[in-house]
């Protein structure tokens, strides 16, 4: 099924990190926000580094703008089944350098093996930044409990000028 990004990019001009998922799953191209399947560690890792709740779609922003962390995904739109990242197929990817452009960004983390693969494949060239690949939040990484994903994430933390 053909499928396009429907969710806006968080970011401002203070932003000195940018993560980058793959494309939305279906939860979050739902609920027109990043990371919204209930079963995605992703804000979960955040709020157990920091000993926070992120409860609504504002606090997730507020959380991304006051630590300089921009996110998005690195592909616009695609051929995609369900929300699996395997099955991505002609992709048209986001304009990912007009973001940098408008930001301060440094750093470039990829969710994963796939955001990485894209990035590197499709977005590197232009851009010049190398990503830093951490594992995927997804609950598809059985591999990784929620507690390794912290330890992996706190590195983000080394890019920023803002510590815990």
Not at 56 to 83: M, Q, R, Y
Not at 113 to 118: P, V
Request: hydrophobic letters at 35%; charged letters at 25%.
């Amino acid at each position: 099924m053909k499928a396009k990004h429907n969710i806006q990019p968080i970011y401002d001009k203070e932003s000195e990190l940018l993560i980058l998922g793959s494309f939305p799953s279906v939860k979050s191209r739902e609920a027109e926000f990043f990371y919204h399947h209930p079963q995605n560690r992703f804000w979960k890792i955040f709020e157990t580094i920091e000993n926070i709740q992120l409860k609504t779609i504002e606090d997730k922003e507020n959380f991304l703008l006051s630590h300089h962390i921009a996110l998005w995904d690195v592909i616009e739109s695609c051929e995609i089944h369900g929300s699996s990242d395997s099955s991505i197929q002609d992709v048209k990817t986001n304009d990912i350098l007009q973001l940098i452009e408008h930001s301060s960004i440094k750093h470039i983390i990829t969710n994963g093996k796939k955001a990485h693969a894209l990035y590197q494949k499709y977005c590197y060239r232009e851009i010049g930044i190398n990503d830093i690949c951490l594992p995927s939040t997804s609950p598809a990484n059985a591999a990784y409990s929620l507690d390794k994903l912290v330890l992996e994430y706190q590195l983000i933390y080394q890019y920023l000028s803002i510590h815990i």
